[in-house]
């Protein structure tokens, strides 16, 4: 059974920093891309960032140059860190694995972040 587990969430003041980790189990983690996407009230699931098995990373432009997205193959864990937080950060984040081959993807349950002004 494949599990996705995030952890990390929580409520922190703008100019703050969070790290996010998600914890995998049931799947071939060092083969899979992982990604980080988040969801705030009323908006689509957008991505924010993604790692390939390689270790190619790659940001969305919200957060580029403020956040890293990391993997410890040996933990079966993925990272985020995003550094001068802004309330435009508020959401759902989510971690989310894709078989490259087959294209296949697995998400987890989520953890909220909550950026106060």
């Known amino acids: 059974q494949v599990q996705l587990v995030e952890s990390g969430g929580g409520l922190v003041q703008a100019g703050g920093s969070l790290r996010l980790s998600c914890a995998a189990s049931g799947i071939t983690f060092s083969t899979m891309t992982m990604d980080w996407y988040r969801q705030a009230p009323g908006n689509q699931r957008e991505l924010v960032a993604s790692?390939?098995?390689?270790?190619?990373?790659n940001y969305a432009d919200s957060v580029k140059g403020r956040s890293t997205i990391s993997r410890d193959n040996a933990k079966n864990t993925l990272y985020l860190q995003i550094n001068s937080l802004k309330s435009d950060d508020t959401a759902v984040y989510y971690c989310?694995?894709?078989?490259?081959?087959?294209?296949?993807?697995?998400w987890g349950q989520g953890t909220q972040v909550t950026v106060s002004s």
């Open positions: 790692i390939t098995r390689a270790g190619i990373t």
């Open positions: 989310h694995a894709v078989n490259g081959l087959t294209k296949y993807g697995y």
